[in-house]
């Protein structure tokens, strides 16, 4: 028993990420939904994935105090209008308040913590609202813009495929992540991404520095100015990240903070 317990005791712990998920109604009955592909990405960062539903404000301390790093996925709902002082504009797109709810505080909460936090695509726009900043609720309707949407009518593989080119700031996260990747990748500080996105950023929110955007201009990735690793990106770098050079370092490098955080947070159990 003494050779179990020491082998326990000196095994690593890897990092727990929060994966808040969606509400869906399911045939008749409400459900409590997260994508595989974040799940799978999250794996491949050396993190355990634990999937919460709607928290209430009184659980948020309880799950943040637990984990070591927030991933905030994307999904067919938006963020609603009210939280950002405008109308719906189009009401038959999805909306989720329930998860509205309590992720945008536990955004807050979470880079107060310096929480390793990574946010995709509705994940990159809750960050932005979240911290006080405005969405365009129709990208494609805005002067000099591109339509960033997806087209669901073509198989997934082709509706996830590379769809436009994103430049980097320098001197960013992002930039320092991606250094040294092969010059067939990252070119110039562009590389390729795809583009699911009907909302996106009108107004940053103060506290927020832009990583990179697309060629029209619209802002594709942003990081915060505080404490620890945290990174927002509007496109979805969570499709096939194991096979993508880019998405691979990504995860990667919120694999490595979460860990870091961990090993921090056990130094002051």
């Not at 082998?7 to 890897?14: F, Y």
């Not at 990574?118 to 979240?130: K, P, W």
């Not at 813009?145 to 769809?163: F, I, N, Q, T, W």
Request: with cysteine; proline share 8%.
């Amino acid at each position: 028993m003494s050779i179990m317990k020491s082998e326990s005791v000196s095994a690593p712990c890897q990092p727990i990420v929060l994966v808040p998920a969606c509400q869906r109604t399911l045939g008749r009955h409400p459900f409590h939904v997260a994508g595989k592909k974040y799940v799978d990405a999250i794996r491949l960062a050396g993190a355990v994935p634990l999937v919460i539903p709607s928290a209430q404000p009184d659980e948020l301390s309880t799950l943040l105090a637990m984990a070591d790093g927030v991933l905030l996925t994307g999904s067919p709902s938006n963020v609603h209008p009210s939280h950002f002082g405008e109308e719906v504009l189009d009401p038959s797109l999805p909306l989720d308040p329930d998860r509205d709810g309590f992720t945008l505080p536990m955004i807050r909460r979470a880079l107060e913590k310096g929480m390793p936090l990574l946010g995709i695509c509705r994940g990159f726009q809750e960050v932005n609202v979240a911290l006080g900043g405005t969405l365009h609720q129709a990208v494609h309707q805005q002067p000099g813009l591109m339509d960033h949407r997806g087209d669901d009518s073509k198989p997934v593989e082709e509706e996830y495929g590379l769809a436009h080119s994103v430049h980097m700031m320098p001197g960013g996260q992002l930039e320092a992540i991606l250094v040294g990747l092969d010059e067939g990748v990252v070119q110039h500080h562009s590389f390729r991404v795809n583009s699911l996105h009907g909302q996106g950023v009108n107004r940053l929110a103060p506290g927020l520095r832009v990583e990179a955007r697309a060629p029209d201009g619209v802002i594709e990735a942003f990081s915060f100015d505080g404490p620890g690793f945290n990174l927002c990106l509007q496109w979805h770098p969570e499709w096939l990240a194991a096979q993508n050079q880019v998405s691979r370092r990504i995860f990667l490098a919120f694999g490595e903070a979460c860990q870091a955080y961990q090993r921090q947070r056990l130094a002051l159990a």
